[in-house]
């Protein structure tokens, strides 16, 4: 069974997934916050984008990839 240090966490015991070189829990905890804030910037910032948005499964699933997409792949 894998122990998460908190809940909700990745598990750092595979991590050939990543793609920058992370070795530490805050590495990976540092790339994820940049990601996730570029794609809240990215969508949420401004009223004229947010209001033009169509909340589906193809926007979620790009959401999650403009999120997590340059961490993982």
């Not at 570029?38 to 790009?62: C, M």
Request: proline fraction near 5%; charge should be negative.
């Amino acid at each position: 069974m894998i122990k998460f240090d908190k809940e909700g966490e990745t598990p750092l015991d595979d991590i050939s997934g990543l793609i920058p070189k992370i070795t530490t829990r805050t590495d990976l905890d540092s790339e994820e916050a940049k990601s996730i804030s570029n794609a809240f910037l990215k969508y949420l910032l401004l009223p004229s984008v947010t209001k033009n948005i169509t909340f589906n499964e193809p926007f979620l699933r790009q959401v999650h990839i403009d999120m997590l997409g340059n961490v993982w792949t």
